[in-house]
């Protein structure tokens, strides 16, 4: 059974930066396709970034370009979330998911049915 173990959240700053970490274990890593969503409070979880299999394809939420990397270690089947210029607009919990066989389309990457493993989240606030 995958788990997902998400850590690096906090508070921080406007403007400031924070990387999120999330270890992934019970299953080969680099047969998934790994994500990260966030959902504030009263909204619905949105999609943040996705990497495809070993090094496969990047998609990122079009607003978030340019400030949020995500990037992939396959030697310590982690996934990592580095976040640059916070807005207190970021404020939100952020999870890591994982799945197989989504494909390489921002679409299907994108989507959040499209993941069946989840961590618990980990608490993201910004200040202003």
């Known amino acids: 059974q995958v788990q997902l173990v998400e850590s690096g959240g906090g508070l921080v700053q406007a403007g400031g930066s924070l990387r999120l970490s999330c270890e992934f274990s019970g299953s080969t890593f680099d047969w998934y396709t790994m994500g990260w969503f966030r959902q504030a409070p009263g909204k619905e979880r949105e999609f943040v970034a996705a990497?495809?299999?070993?090094?496969?394809?990047?998609v990122y939420e079009d607003s978030l370009k340019g400030r949020f990397i995500i990037f992939r270690d396959n030697a310590k089947v982690m996934v990592y979330l580095q976040m640059n210029s916070l807005k207190p607009e970021d404020t939100a919990v952020y999870y890591c998911t994982a799945d197989r066989n989504i494909g390489g389309n921002s679409g299907s990457m994108s989507s959040r049915t499209r993941y069946k493993y989840w961590g618990q989240g980990t608490q993201v606030t910004v200040a202003s």
């Open positions: 990497i495809g299999e070993r090094d496969g394809p990047i």
